[in-house]
């Protein structure tokens, strides 16, 4: 399934277009949270000069006022870089709204703000071969947005694997949002590696208000049974519909994904959920204003 005539739609342009411009009023504080230890140099601390050191860290100035040689010693920049990781399980296609095109969407919307404060960024698709865009500006969302938007490759559970290859990509501390349906049971070590390699990891769960679309559910409850496919290993069986059955299954999904968020706090693993009535960009607006939880709200998704 593709996603790209939405992804790319006047009215999704135009919302992150505002996001950008929201970014870029932002405090400088709330940068703090997308920032990671770099390669670049600047002047720091200063010692005593020593016979050898380079004469052009001498700090003249202060040698002017305390007739004392001083030399700086470099530190590292702290480089703005997010890691974005998208779950590919094939269980991200299920559900109403369509948690696949939802994660996108707050993806798009990550980068976007990201950008807007000059964060380079890195989306990564995981799955067998995980796909990888970079990002280092708003003029370049158009082109993520089209990769986003690209048919989703074979499903499979390979979110360790793509949490290693991202931490590997980006050589360093930093940090790393994962945005998943919260069904595969791989987000919990997958966030956890990114911890482990220094990481400051968020996992970002989208929740459907439905675990069929309205045509879908219609359709099952007429007949009086559905044949069930589980997304994640294809296995099939024939299962009865009621309302009350739908309801009972949307409150055992919700119910996972407390669990999910209970296990990972237990790791120290920030997790907030998106739900159904909250706009895609709700994360990063959070984000922006320091904080890590969505709260509960209506609006256009």
């Not at 920032?35 to 002017?64: F, I, Q």
């Not at 349906?181 to 990481?199: I, K, N, S």
């Amino acid at each position: 399934m593709t996603y790209d005539g939405v992804l790319t739609a006047p009215a999704t342009l135009a919302r992150l277009e505002r996001l950008v411009a929201l970014a870029r009023r932002a405090p400088p504080e709330c940068a703090r949270l997308l920032r990671r230890r770099g390669r670049g140099l600047e002047a720091g601390s200063r010692r005593d000069y020593a016979p050898g050191d380079d004469l052009r860290r001498v700090d003249w100035a202060a040698y002017a006022r305390l007739e004392r040689l001083l030399t700086w010693v470099p530190e590292e920049l702290l480089e703005p870089r997010l890691e974005l990781i998208v779950d590919g399980s094939g269980s991200m296609g299920a559900g109403e709204p369509d948690p696949g095109l939802r994660a996108r969407l707050v993806v798009a919307s990550l980068a976007a703000a990201a950008v807007a404060r000059e964060v380079r960024v890195a989306v990564w698709w995981s799955a067998a071969a995980p796909r990888r865009k970079a990002v280092s500006r708003p003029g370049e969302l158009v082109a993520l947005l089209r990769f986003l938007g690209q048919p989703t490759p074979a499903a499979g559970s390979h979110l360790v694997s793509t949490a290693r290859r991202a931490a590997e990509g980006a050589q360093g501390r930093g940090s790393a949002v994962l945005v998943t349906d919260g069904l595969d049971p791989a987000c919990v070590p997958a966030a956890a590696q990114l911890g482990r390699r220094g990481f400051d990891p968020l996992v970002v769960v989208v929740e459907p208000r439905a675990e069929l679309s309205p045509g879908a559910a219609t359709d099952a409850l007429a007949a009086g049974w559905v044949e069930v496919v589980d997304a994640e290993t294809g296995a099939r069986r024939r299962v009865a519909v009621s309302p009350r059955g739908l309801e009972e299954a949307l409150g055992r999904r919700r119910a996972a994904t407390a669990a999910l968020c209970r296990a990972l706090a237990e790791r120290g693993i920030a997790a907030t959920v998106l739900g159904s009535t909250s706009p895609f960009e709700a994360v990063a607006v959070e984000l922006l204003r320091g904080r890590r939880r969505i709260p509960s709200r209506t609006g256009p998704r």
